[in-house]
């Protein structure tokens, strides 16, 4: 009879261990859901302010991310997805401003990524007023956030704003190199 009561006892222990874990697992999945329904306001809040910026004429966004069930995150291809869309989105420029802006946030939120680097292709069909701010973005980010901000660009895509935005006051010359057709960069022509 003691035995009985006792494998009595250690099941009843054990229900109330797995009604604790299936507890602790719908608390965790509300507060990741509450969490994330805020940092997802963030990024579509920033990314609608930048398109305004960027685009003050036709301002139409649509930002949203899926995040694919924590379970399955082994089996699934992409865990985040993000889905953003200007209503301009048809033109070389506006895809890859809109790539640009997803960097940004990615940069401007997440504490796992220390740098971002640009190559000049990303900034193909953008046009140089946009450039301009996407750059000013770039740096104010890289001085908030203390993260490094690499951009590798041709002078003639910012064109009349090359010059004040790569001045000394802007960003000093021991953070920028300019590479010309008889310069070197770790001693390799280009």
């Known amino acids: 009879m003691l035995a009985n009561q006792s494998v009595l006892e250690v099941d009843n222990i054990n229900r109330e261990i ?9 608390l965790r999945e509300e507060l990741l859901n509450q969490n994330m ?11 609608n302010d930048l398109v305004k910026k960027l685009y003050p ?3 139409t966004s649509f930002f949203d991310i899926n995040i694919i069930d924590y379970n399955k995150i082994n089996t699934a291809k ?7 869309r200007i209503n301009k ?3 070389e420029g506006v895809r890859n401003v809109r790539n640009i802006i997803v960097d940004l946030i990615m940069l401007k939120y997440s504490k796992n990524i220390e740098f971002m680097a640009w190559d000049s292709s990303t900034f193909n069909g953008i046009d140089p ?13 890289s001085r908030e956030q203390n993260k490094q901000v690499i951009i590798s660009f041709n002078s003639f ?6 010059e004040e935005m790569f001045n000394d006051d802007v960003i000093p010359s021991a953070n920028k190199l300019i590479l010309t057709h008889n310069s070197t960069l770790l001693n390799i022509e280009f």
């Open 37 to 47: 329904e805020e940092t997802k306001k963030q990024f579509i809040d920033y990314s």
């Open 78 to 84: 992409i865990p985040i997805n993000f889905n953003f």
């Open 57 to 59: 004429e036709f301002f």
């Open 89 to 91: 989105d048809h033109s």
């Open 157 to 162: 895509q910012l064109g009349k704003y090359y």
């Open 129 to 141: 007023n946009q450039l301009k701010i996407l750059f000013e973005e770039m740096i104010k980010i």
């Open 18 to 26: 797995e009604l604790l874990k299936q507890n602790k697992t719908v």
